[in-house]
């Protein structure tokens, strides 16, 4: 059950990254570098759910 507890932390982080990706993107100031990095966070968050759900179904079978 702690697997499954970990999946949920973690696309709770990957939605709350992409609102704040969103809202960066909104408005005009936000640096480039910044954006990048969000979607570069976002994009690492995506990868552990992935691999989280192929290690939870791994095991399943």
Do not use: P
């Amino acid at each position: 059950m702690a697997l499954q507890a970990h999946l949920v932390e973690l696309e709770r982080k990957h939605k709350s990254l992409e609102n704040e990706l969103h809202e960066a993107l909104i408005h005009l100031s936000t640096d480039d570098l910044q954006i990048a990095e969000l979607k570069r966070r976002k994009l690492m968050v995506k990868d552990q759910i992935e691999r989280l759900k192929h290690s939870a179904d791994d095991t399943l079978h």
